[in-house]
C-alpha cells in the first residue's frame, strides 16, 4: 500500500568494482578536507579581532544629548508605547529653574529603564522618538549578563557620556546614519 | 419634523436643530468634528469652524446649493435638506485648511504637553491636517500665567475656542476670567490674576480641546496612555459624582468627567471629586471605561480594559449555528 506520494523506492543493486575498492572515495574525501586548509577562514578569533558592523545595526542604546549636553528626552512615552516587547519605562518629572543646562525641554525623564532582557533590538523605539533622543548603536553590542540586577539599563547606563559630546569627531563615530541625517536635517535647518 | 440627508443618510429632525445636532444622531461616523461648539454649553460654537459641511441642497422649496461651506453647529436644517461631510473631497480638503489655521499658532509641543493622546487638536491634525507645517514665522506666545494650584494654564496652546469662558459663566456664579485683547494677540486670562476658586472651575480643564487648561494635579505624572481609565462614583452633595479614573497600577493619578463618543462629558463635575477624592476607597468603581480601540489609550493595555472589536461579535453571531429552537431541538431529537 502506497502510503505517501514521497515514499523512495530503495535500490539494492551490487556496488561495482571502483566503489567497491572504497580507496578512490577516501583520497576524494581527505581531498576536499585538504582544499578547505587553504581557503580563508570563516571564523576570528572573536574578542581581539572585530567584524565591521553594518551600519544600521541595532545594538545597545543610547539616551543622546544635543550639542550643548542638555538630555534630549523628554520623557513623552512614545518609545515605551511603540514597544511591542514593552520594555522601557519612565517617571517624568519638571524641569526646575536652573536645570536649563542639563535638560533640553519642560519636561525631563527622571528615571528611565530599558529591559535588556524583553528588548528584542527592533528599534521602533528609535523610529517612535520625536525628539531625535534615543538611538540604537550600531557599533555598541549588549554585553551577556551574569546577573538579573544588572539586565535593567537605567539613565547611568543609557545616557550618553559627556566626553562624547565635546569632541565633534567621536560624536560622529557613535552614531548611526539615521542619526546622521538627524544631524545634517539639523544643520540645513529645516527642523 | 424635518427631513435632512447628511452623506446619504436621512434622519428626521425636529424644527430648529443644527446640521451638526442632526449629524450627531446619526452617530459618531457621520458627525463633524468639533472644536469650540460644546452641546452642554449654551452660545457655544461658530469660532472654529472646523465643523464646516456642504450644503448641496438648500431645501426642497429652494433647492439651490450653499454658495461655500457653512459652520454646521450655527446652521438650522431646513425640510429636504442636502449635507455632504465625509463624501465631498473639496469640503475636506477646505476642512485641511482650517486644521492649518488652527495650527498655525500652536507650539506642537505634544511630547511635552499633558493632553497628548487624547487632544482633539491632534486627533484632528491626524485626520484632517497636513503633514508639515508651512508657517514660517515666530509662533505666537504667552508668558505663563498661575491660574491657582489646580489648573494649569499654557496660552501658548490655546485656540481660543471660548469653550472655557463659557463654562465660567454658566456653571458658575461670577467668572474672573475671559478673552482679553483682539485678533492675533487675543487671549485666554485671568482678570487681575485672579485664582478661579469656585466649585467647578475645574471643568474647564475637561472642556479644553487642547492641552492650554489642564490638571496640575496630574501635571507630568504619566502620559495618558500608561493610564486606565475606569468609571466610578461616589454620593457628592455638589454634583452627580459620576467620574472616570484614570488609573496607573494601584494609585488614582487623575478624576475627571465621563467622556463620550463625542469627546463631551456627560455630567459636570465639581472640584471636590475631581481634585481631593484620589483613593479608590473614596469611590465605588463601576468597571472599566470603554475605550476606543483607535485611541491611543487602549495601546499597549493587554489585559483588563481592551474592547473586543464589533466584528467579532458579528463574526461570531453569524456562525452561531446552532438551532436550540423547540422545533431545532425536535429535530436533533429525530436523528439521535
Known amino acids: 500500500m502506497q502510503l505517501t506520494s514521497r515514499a523512495k523506492r530503495v535500490s539494492n543493486k551490487k556496488l561495482s568494482l571502483g566503489e567497491r575498492l572504497y580507496l578512490p572515495a577516501i583520497v576524494g574525501g581527505l581531498g576536499i578536507t585538504i582544499k578547505h586548509f587553504f581557503r580563508k577562514k570563516v571564523t576570528i578569533n572573536y574578542p581581539e579581532e572585530q567584524r565591521p558592523m553594518s551600519s544600521v545595526y541595532r545594538g545597545l542604546h543610547v539616551l543622546k544629548r544635543d550639542e550643548e549636553g542638555r538630555e534630549r528626552c523628554t520623557a513623552c512615552g512614545l518609545c515605551a508605547v511603540a514597544c511591542p516587547a514593552e520594555a522601557i519605562s519612565m517617571v517624568a518629572a519638571e524641569r526646575k529653574p536652573g536645570e536649563e543646562h542639563l535638560y533640553r525641554e519642560e519636561k525631563y525623564a527622571a528615571v528611565y529603564e530599558i529591559n535588556m532582557l524583553r528588548c528584542i533590538f527592533c528599534g521602533l523605539c528609535e523610529e517612535a522618538c520625536p525628539k531625535s533622543a534615543i538611538y540604537l548603536q550600531s557599533d555598541k553590542l549588549a554585553p551577556s549578563f551574569f546577573d538579573r540586577s544588572d539586565v535593567i539599563y537605567g539613565k547611568d547606563r543609557l545616557v550618553q557620556s559627556m566626553e562624547t559630546i565635546k569632541t565633534a569627531k567621536s560624536l560622529k563615530s557613535g552614531l548611526t546614519t539615521s542619526d546622521r541625517y538627524v544631524d545634517k536635517v539639523f544643520k540645513d535647518g529645516k527642523y | 419634523m424635518l427631513k435632512v440627508t447628511i452623506d446619504g443618510q436621512t434622519i428626521e429632525v425636529p424644527e430648529g436643530t443644527t446640521i451638526l445636532q442632526a449629524a450627531r444622531m446619526l452617530g459618531p461616523d457621520v458627525a463633524p468634528p468639533t472644536m469650540c461648539y460644546y452641546s452642554k454649553l449654551e452660545t457655544s460654537g461658530g469660532y472654529c469652524r472646523t465643523c464646516i459641511v456642504k450644503v448641496t441642497k438648500g431645501s426642497e422649496k429652494d433647492p439651490r446649493p450653499m454658495p461655500k461651506p457653512v459652520a454646521s453647529c450655527r446652521t438650522i436644517v431646513m425640510d429636504g435638506m442636502e449635507v455632504q461631510n465625509q463624501t465631498s473631497p473639496e469640503l475636506l480638503e477646505a476642512r485641511k485648511g482650517v486644521v492649518e489655521f488652527l495650527l498655525a499658532n500652536h507650539p506642537l509641543d505634544c511630547p511635552i504637553c499633558d493632553q497628548a493622546g ?37 496660552m501658548t496652546r490655546c485656540i481660543l475656542c471660548y469653550r472655557c469662558v463659557k463654562v465660567a459663566d454658566q456653571l458658575t456664579p461670577q467668572r474672573y476670567h475671559g478673552v482679553l485683547n483682539r485678533g492675533d494677540v487675543a487671549e485666554i486670562s485671568t482678570y487681575i490674576e485672579k485664582a478661579i476658586d469656585n466649585d467647578f472651575s475645574g471643568n474647564v480643564i475637561d472642556v479644553c480641546p487642547v492641552g492650554a487648561l489642564t490638571d496640575k494635579t496630574f501635571r507630568f505624572k504619566s502620559r495618558v496612555w500608561f493610564t486606565k481609565p475606569s468609571d466610578a462614583h461616589r454620593n457628592c452633595d455638589k454634583c452627580s459624582g459620576k467620574v472616570t479614573l484614570w488609573y496607573k497600577g494601584d494609585d488614582v493619578l487623575r478624576v475627571t468627567g465621563r467622556k463620550n463618543e463625542f469627546g463631551e462629558v456627560d455630567e459636570f463635575i465639581c472640584n471636590t471629586c475631581r481634585f481631593e477624592k484620589k483613593r479608590t476607597s473614596d469611590w465605588q468603581i463601576e468597571g472599566p471605561s470603554k475605550v476606543d480601540r483607535k485611541s491611543v489609550i487602549s495601546a499597549n493595555h493587554y489585559s483588563g480594559n481592551t474592547v473586543i472589536p464589533d466584528f467579532a461579535f458579528r463574526v461570531a453571531e453569524n456562525n452561531k449555528k446552532i438551532d436550540d429552537s423547540p422545533k431545532g431541538s425536535n429535530l436533533l431529537a429525530m436523528k439521535n
Request: proline share 3%; aromatic share 14%; hydrophobic share 25%.
Open chain 2, 118 to 154: 487624547e487632544c482633539h487638536l491632534q486627533d484632528l491634525s491626524f485626520e484632517h491636517g497636513i503633514e508639515s507645517t508651512r508657517y514660517e514665522f515666530e509662533r505666537r506666545t504667552f508668558k505663563k500665567i498661575d491660574l491657582g494650584p489646580y489648573i494649569q494654564l499654557h
